[in-house]
């Protein structure tokens, strides 16, 4: 049973638009979640994550909010770039508890045209 | 290097065949994580080492896998007698302490079996 879902399997947008990421979990127990962005043939980047105590975090054209009671959280790209064209993973685990691993969705390819 | 090196980047091994994947995790790094992406799916957790001891292998798939970290740096990830679903990219993952977010990843290896 998967924990870190990702329903959308691919977003295509127009340069200079928004886009926007969607996950859900269905562990409450999770209280820290990260993105990570992934182009072809290289590692998972991280790219921003959030903490279970805000509902809201922002790192330049990146922004992630989190709904708790909701179990979701979301990814927004304003603009977006052709540079952003990649695979977004979302990961949820357990902050500061030693060892503990990712648990990963299975992506959204983000597809950005200029 | 500043990041987290991995090798071969691409093996290709015949069924029943041994290999060994390599990872040399960001200088200092204590937490070291092993993990396994098919395709199409996001990665998935085989084991983890603080320093040398290997702390938790609980995703290990079979008896066949086997992980290494001797001197609690460079790793190696072992799989005896290859089977053609153990055609995947395996990832390593490092954090600087016991419980640190991110984790920061190599590049993978692409492991494929005829």
């Known amino acids: 049973d998967q924990q870190v879902k990702q329903n959308s399997p691919s977003l295509s947008v127009q340069e200079g638009r928004i886009s926007i990421l969607n996950c859900d979990y269905t562990n409450s127990m999770f209280d820290y979640f990260l993105w990570y962005k992934k182009y072809p043939a290289e590692g998972p980047t991280f790219l921003i994550s959030?903490?279970?105590?805000?509902d809201k975090n922002e790192d330049g054209r990146f922004t992630v909010f989190l709904n708790k009671s909701a179990k979701h959280l979301s990814l927004h790209i304003v603009p977006s770039q052709p540079g952003d064209s990649a695979v977004y993973f979302c990961a949820a685990t357990f902050f500061n508890q030693a060892g503990t691993a990712l648990i990963f969705g299975k992506g959204t390819t983000l597809s950005v045209s200029s | 290097g500043a990041g987290v090196s991995q090798s071969p980047r691409y093996k290709v091994a015949k069924r029943g065949q041994d290999v060994a994947l390599r990872c040399d995790p960001i200088s200092g790094h204590v937490s070291l994580f092993w993990y396994q992406q098919a395709l199409g799916q996001g990665p998935e957790f085989l084991t983890y080492f603080q320093n040398e001891a290997q702390l938790d292998k609980s995703g290990l798939p079979s008896d066949r896998f086997f992980a290494e970290r001797p001197e609690g740096s460079v790793s190696t990830l072992k799989i005896q007698r290859t089977q053609q679903e153990d055609s995947a990219v395996y990832l390593c993952a490092s954090s600087p302490g016991t419980g640190d977010q991110p984790q920061h990843f190599g590049d993978g290896t692409r492991l494929s079996i005829l």
């Open positions: 959030i903490s279970s105590i805000k």
